[in-house]
């Protein structure tokens, strides 16, 4: 509901401002337009299994490239409950079990394109790692040459301060594994390019606050 407030104030499509922001603090995106998006997108993973449910798909082009951007809106729920070795143990064990299951291989599929050390990616929210492979893998359904995973957070009155510092933790993990260190994770700019699986890829976080009177509005 608040991804859906932020892009329909007054019932009118508007590009929210700290999103917009986020974009064009990179050089490669100066003079982006964008030119079409869909809710709920869902990109094919490897294997068979659920595949990348994104919040947000749009696609925009600059003057030189096509770029496809995939958003993971976030209040204060977690980047899913799993970590990338929690996922894999627990598909691991539902196989033992006698349950029919791809995801083991779906992991490592995923863990290949990224090009880390596996185990580097063991502590790191299974959910993102699904949301930047996504992001690529949409990109080259799309034609693009360019792909920006953005994390669009929403504050209000229900969020809690414990829950996004976790989430800020987790995001800052994330980050760290593709080679950005913390310190330089600040919110409002992209980071990159980094190359995964062949694709430029752009990512950053954008952070909406909602004031009172939207707040009220949503409930």
């Given at each position: 509901?608040?991804?859906?407030?932020?892009?329909?104030?007054?019932?009118?499509?508007?590009?929210?401002?700290?999103?917009?922001?986020?974009?064009?603090?990179?050089?490669?995106?100066?003079?982006?337009?964008?030119?079409?998006?869909?809710?709920?997108?869902?990109?094919?993973?490897?294997?068979?299994?659920e595949g990348r449910n994104h919040d947000l798909w749009l696609?925009?082009?600059?003057?030189?490239?096509?770029?496809?951007?995939?958003?993971?809106?976030?209040?204060?729920e977690p980047f899913g409950n799993d970590t990338v070795a929690e996922y894999r143990n627990a598909a691991l064990r539902r196989?033992?079990?006698?349950?029919?299951?791809?995801?083991?291989?779906?992991?490592?599929?995923?863990?290949?394109?990224?090009?880390?050390p596996k185990s580097t990616w063991d502590s790191v929210r299974y959910q993102l790692l699904a949301a930047i492979c996504g992001t690529v893998l949409q990109a080259k359904y799309d034609t693009s040459s360019l792909a920006v995973f953005v994390?669009?957070?929403?504050?209000?009155?229900k969020t809690k301060a414990e829950n996004l510092q976790r989430n800020s933790e987790d995001y800052e993990k994330f980050l760290a594994v593709i080679d950005f260190p913390s310190s330089e994770s600040t919110n409002a700019r992209l980071h990159g390019p980094a190359t995964i699986d062949g694709m430029e890829c752009l990512m950053g976080k954008a952070v909406r606050v909602f004031p009172v009177k939207e707040i009220r509005d949503l409930e």
């Open positions: 509901m608040e991804l859906a407030k932020a892009w329909f104030p007054e019932g009118h499509l508007s590009v929210p401002p700290e999103f917009m922001s986020l974009l064009i603090s990179h050089p490669q995106l100066q003079g982006l337009k964008l030119i079409n998006g869909i809710p709920e997108r869902v990109t094919r993973l490897p294997e068979r299994g696609l925009g082009r600059t003057e030189s490239e096509l770029v496809t951007i995939c958003v993971e809106a976030k209040a204060d196989r033992e079990r006698g349950e029919a299951t791809r995801a083991p291989e779906r992991i490592n599929a995923l863990l290949d394109m990224v090009g880390e994390v669009h957070e929403f504050q209000t009155d």
